[in-house]
């Protein structure tokens, strides 16, 4: 069983700026594929980027730009560094672990943009 936990989210003005983490006791960490997902309530969870093992990272339209994923192997971690945050940005960030048929996923950070 892999587990994640993620941190890093809170209260941001519009503009700023804040870089969520996601880390996991998972020994083989490395192999596994890494997502950043969120969810804004009444809407359904929507992808906001991708890493694969080999480091090939996609992005929603929506964050292309303004965010960037990265990870860190050493440490179990994959980091979601997010940029000129808008208020639409607003929802609960869950990261995901995918490896063939196993997917495994976080209990989510709160992300709010507000002044």
């Known amino acids: 069983q892999v587990q994640l936990v993620e941190s890093g989210g809170g209260l941001v003005q519009p503009g700023g700026s804040l870089r969520l983490s996601c880390a996991t006791s998972?020994?083989?960490?490395?192999?596994?594929?890494m997502g950043w997902y969120r969810q804004s309530p009444g809407k359904q969870r929507e992808l906001v980027a991708t890493i694969t093992s080999g480091g090939i990272t996609n992005f929603a339209d929506s964050v292309k730009g303004r965010f960037t994923i990265s990870r860190d192997n050493a440490k179990n971690t994959v980091y979601l560094q997010m940029n000129s945050l808008k208020s639409e940005d607003t929802a609960v960030y869950y990261c995901?672990?995918?490896?063939?048929?196993?997917?495994?996923w976080g209990q989510g950070t709160q992300v709010t943009v507000a002044s």
């Open positions: 998972c020994i083989s960490f490395s192999i596994y594929a």
């Open positions: 995901k672990a995918v490896r063939v048929s196993a997917i495994y």
